[in-house]
């Protein structure tokens, strides 16, 4: 049932939805907000309900008052209008229920049973571990139909056996159509606009490989450290919370074939095909491809800031990565010999994601030769803060006296200040909507995620094989030194443009 076309009109469909977690801190921080600025912009259809599902002894009232509260804090005054704030308090419901046993269930299903003739979204923002228990037990209770869509967060397991165990317990209750894992890097509005300026501009479409293309780097700093997430974090570190999801879907819309057209499976299809021709880490990869790094006390924005070990929590014999700067690449005929350098850390000195491409020089230089190394194209997608898109172009420095004097800059589209009316949405909003209509070219097919897996495992178990300390970094630093020396022995550095 897609209601999808080319123009990206959508008719607005009816739903209900019922989210397990809804108490935690994912739902009241960007799901309820998410959820709100669809129905103020019109985009929650008439009679969608929303049900909270909590282990936490409830009433409605209370659970409305927690709601209430969420949106306060997380959705900017200006944008909490009255009448758009009572419709949506009007939708809710909630249950108060023990996931893992069949008994609570029986709410659910009562509660659909007011709304049979449209389509249940499940979605599930709790821990990974008990997705089989409850779909089953949505299931067994007879609270689901063939029309029910499940919605599931990040991380799916922490290894390629553990993520196939989830993804088998979720298959065994919905069919893969009817499955949406989240990634929310895909949701992001740049994010989406790589599709756009990759596939709709054929100066981009022609110069998009080996040929013209030296090589691309994408990084993805953090400000914040750990956030009370220790126990999981610790047991992760960064190149399962960030890489395996986040960093390698951003390199499959960049290195992927431009697909047949904007289904959902033709381009999964042509991401599938990046993710299995990431070149693996071989042990002699290890000490010059990669490195791991975690934080020790140091200071951002004037703030003196605990090291990794000195988080509340802490287990002060952790070798866990908060930071991981890697070479790898695609191999195929599109990316053959292309460094993709890739870098994500937590408590660097700002907040910043962004992917260069890097385009080669010219074949035959004729300017001033002390200006030769400014001399080539780079694209700057910049996904946050201040999403935009920007192609570094080389022209003359005006005035008289330069002669030919080349000037570097950039060729600007930032979304905010070109778009100045339309709000940038965050990545849920449109995560949300997508599942709604029943859409899923930006959800992760169960393939994608165990081939990134695959690819992770592989240095997992190198990293496991060597069980080296990671080097250390200050927080509000941009990472241990020899990530730096990792690019500059190819001659080249991180774009510095910040
Ligand atoms: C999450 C990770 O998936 O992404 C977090 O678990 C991380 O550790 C977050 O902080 C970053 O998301 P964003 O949208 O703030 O870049």
């Given at each position: 049932?897609?209601?999808?076309?080319?123009?990206?009109?959508?008719?607005?469909?009816?739903?209900?939805?019922?989210?397990?977690?809804?108490?935690?801190?994912?739902?009241?921080?960007?799901?309820?907000?998410?959820?709100f600025q669809l129905d103020r912009e019109g985009l929650l259809a008439g009679q969608t309900r929303l049900l909270g599902l909590a282990r936490q002894e409830l009433d409605l009232d209370g659970f409305t008052s927690r709601v209430e509260q969420a949106l306060h804090t997380h959705v900017k005054a200006e944008e909490l209008d009255r009448e758009a704030l009572t419709r949506f308090l009007a939708r809710l419901d909630y249950r108060c229920l023990d996931f893992t046993t069949v008994d609570g269930y029986a709410?659910?299903?009562?509660?659909?049973?007011?709304?049979?003739?449209?389509?249940?979204?499940?979605?599930?923002?709790?821990?990974?571990?008990?997705?089989?228990?409850?779909?089953?037990?949505?299931?067994?209770?007879?609270?689901?139909?063939?029309?029910?869509?499940?919605?599931?967060?990040?991380?799916?397991?922490?290894?390629?056996?553990?993520?196939?165990?989830?993804?088998?317990?979720?298959?065994?209750?919905?069919?893969?159509?009817?499955?949406?894992?989240?990634?929310?890097?895909?949701?992001?509005?740049?994010?989406?606009?790589?599709?756009?300026?990759?596939?709709?501009?054929?100066?981009?479409?022609?110069?998009?490989?080996?040929?013209?293309?030296?090589?691309?780097?994408?990084?993805?700093?953090?400000?914040?450290?750990?956030?009370?997430?220790?126990?999981?974090?610790?047991?992760?570190?960064?190149?399962?919370?960030?890489?395996?999801?986040?960093?390698?879907?951003?390199?499959?819309?960049?290195?992927?074939?431009?697909?047949?057209?904007?289904?959902?499976?033709?381009?999964?299809?042509?991401?599938?095909?990046?993710?299995?021709?990431?070149?693996?880490?071989?042990?002699?990869?290890?000490?010059?491809?990669?490195?791991?790094?975690?934080?020790?006390?140091?200071?951002?924005?004037?703030?003196?800031?605990?090291?990794?070990?000195?988080?509340?929590?802490?287990?002060?014999?952790?070798?866990?990565?908060?930071?991981?700067?890697?070479?790898?690449?695609?191999?195929?005929?599109?990316?053959?010999?292309?460094?993709?350098?890739?870098?994500?850390?937590?408590?660097?000195?700002?907040?910043?994601?962004?992917?260069?491409?890097?385009?080669?020089?010219?074949?035959?230089?004729?300017?001033?030769?002390?200006?030769?190394?400014?001399?080539?194209?780079?694209?700057?997608?910049?996904?946050?803060?201040?999403?935009?898109?920007?192609?570094?172009?080389?022209?003359?420095?005006?005035?008289?006296?330069?002669?030919?004097?080349?000037?570097?800059?950039?060729?600007?589209?930032?979304?905010?200040?070109?778009?100045?009316?339309?709000?940038?949405?965050?990545?849920?909003?449109?995560?949300?909507?997508?599942?709604?209509?029943?859409?899923?070219?930006?959800?992760?097919?169960?393939?994608?995620?165990?081939?990134?897996?695959?690819?992770?495992?592989?240095?997992?178990?190198?990293?496991?094989?060597?069980?080296?300390?990671?080097?250390?970094?200050?927080?509000?630093?941009?990472?241990?030194?020899?990530?730096?020396?990792?690019?500059?022995?190819?001659?080249?550095?991180?774009?510095?443009?910040?």
């Open positions: 049932m897609s209601h999808h076309n080319r123009t990206g009109q959508v008719a607005s469909t009816e739903i209900d939805l019922a989210l397990f977690g809804a108490l935690g801190d994912l739902a009241q921080r960007k799901l309820f907000p998410a959820l709410g659910i299903r009562d509660w659909r049973e007011a709304g049979r003739e449209r389509p249940m979204v499940v979605y599930l923002s709790v821990a990974a571990k008990i997705y089989g228990d409850i779909c089953r037990n949505l299931e067994i209770s007879g609270s689901l139909d063939d029309q029910s869509r499940v919605v599931v967060e990040k991380p799916i397991g922490h290894d390629l056996a553990s993520s196939a165990a989830i993804n088998d317990a979720i298959g065994a209750v919905f069919p893969e159509s009817r499955i949406y894992r989240i990634d929310h890097y895909l949701g992001k509005e740049t994010v989406q606009n790589l599709i756009a300026l990759r596939f709709a501009n054929p100066l981009f479409g022609t110069q998009w490989n080996q040929n013209h293309i030296s090589h691309v780097e994408i990084t993805v700093a953090e400000q914040v450290g750990i956030e009370g997430r220790w126990g999981y974090f610790d047991a992760a570190g960064q190149l399962r919370d960030m890489v395996q999801n986040h960093l390698l879907q951003l390199v499959c819309l960049i290195a992927m074939d431009p697909p047949a057209n904007l289904d959902a499976d033709a381009i999964r299809d042509e991401k599938v095909k990046v993710l299995k021709a990431l070149r693996p880490f071989t042990d002699d990869m290890l000490g010059r491809d990669v490195v791991r790094g975690q934080y020790i006390a140091g200071t951002i924005g004037g703030q003196a800031v605990p090291g990794y070990l000195e988080e509340e929590g802490a287990n002060i014999e952790s070798h866990t990565e908060s930071f991981v700067a890697m070479k790898t690449g695609v191999e195929n005929w599109r990316w053959a010999g292309v460094p993709f350098y890739l870098r994500t850390g937590k408590r660097m000195p700002e907040k910043l994601s962004q992917i260069i491409i890097h385009f080669r020089q010219q074949p035959h230089y004729i300017f001033d030769p002390d200006q030769r190394g400014l001399a080539a194209n780079k694209l700057v997608i910049r996904l946050q803060p201040e999403e935009g898109i920007a192609l570094e172009v080389l022209t003359k420095d005006s005035g008289l006296d330069k002669g030919m004097r080349l000037r570097r800059g950039p060729l600007h589209l930032d979304f905010n200040s070109a778009f100045p009316k339309s709000r940038i949405p965050d990545a849920y909003e449109r995560l949300l909507l997508e599942v709604m209509k029943g859409q899923q070219y930006l959800f992760v097919r169960r393939d994608e995620v165990e081939h990134a897996w695959q690819w992770c495992d592989n240095l997992i178990a190198a990293w496991a094989d060597r069980d080296e300390a990671p080097r250390r970094y200050p927080a509000g630093s941009w990472g241990p030194v020899a990530s730096i020396a990792m690019i500059t022995q190819d001659g080249r550095s991180w774009y510095e443009d910040y």
